[in-house]
């Protein structure tokens, strides 16, 4: 089966990367205004259950609360700063949900990479709620949320409660020999892979098999046009004002 690439090939990593405060509505907004059509970001759930945007298990890097945000609330975390961490500008910036971005995103003509990061522990959870979520929020679009997470525990419970959403495999490291069936298993359309293991070669053979790849996170727009010449689908960037859709 040969799967498809619906998605723009340049995606905003977190939103905006670096330039705005990861995962916030105030990074979608900078990467709508240089251009992006797709956002990558992370979410995973409150402690009662709403899905919201963060990356690390922990509060610390990312705002000023501490320990874990799946021992808080959504009304708890609601309290906590989410830009002030990066600068002042950014200062008071709240914790978005996954509805707030999906209204953002639907009413700009985003596509989305929803990647699931659960809380350790909560993986088949948040792959299940993540995934209704989506079908929910996205049941209108013109085209649905692409999921994706490293935990093939999460999609794997995003593949029995959505099946028809389509998922990807992430992979930290060197890409395992049997990801073909890896991917077969957990009916994914691709795989997205660190850029630090991926040659011309490895895009080859997944492209062959019929499967899409995605690579992040690609920082040097000379390597960005690297990988889309050997037929990679997406590529990642952070540098969302330089690396820009209408600059490749």
Request: aromatic fraction near 6%.
């Amino acid at each position: 089966m040969n799967h498809h690439w619906p998605y723009p090939a340049l995606i905003a990593h977190r939103g905006a990367g670096k330039v705005a405060p990861e995962n916030t509505l105030a990074a979608m907004r900078i990467g709508a205004q240089n251009g992006f059509h797709m956002m990558e970001y992370d979410v995973k759930l409150s402690r009662d259950g709403v899905p919201v945007l963060l990356h690390d298990d922990e509060l610390e890097r990312t705002s000023n609360g501490q320990g874990l945000a799946s021992a808080l609330t959504f009304a708890e975390l609601s309290t906590l700063d989410f830009g002030a961490w990066h600068s002042t500008a950014y200062a008071g910036e709240p914790i978005p949900t996954l509805n707030s971005i999906a209204a953002f995103t639907l009413a700009n003509q985003i596509h989305s990479n929803i990647e699931i990061k659960p809380t350790t522990g909560d993986e088949a959870q948040t792959g299940r709620l993540v995934a209704l979520a989506a079908r929910a929020l996205w049941a209108q679009a013109s085209l649905p949320p692409l999921l994706s997470s490293f935990s093939e525990v999460a999609l794997q419970a995003a593949h029995e409660a959505v099946p028809t959403l389509p998922r990807a495999l992430l992979i930290e490291e060197a890409v395992p020999a049997d990801w073909p069936e890896r991917l077969e298993r957990l009916a994914c359309m691709g795989l997205n892979l660190n850029d630090r293991f991926v040659d011309q070669a490895l895009i080859q053979a997944i492209r062959q098999a019929g499967y899409t790849v995605a690579v992040w996170t690609v920082n040097d727009a000379e390597r960005v046009r690297e990988l889309l010449d050997w037929g990679c689908n997406g590529v990642f960037t952070d540098k969302v004002t330089t690396i820009r859709p209408d600059t490749l």
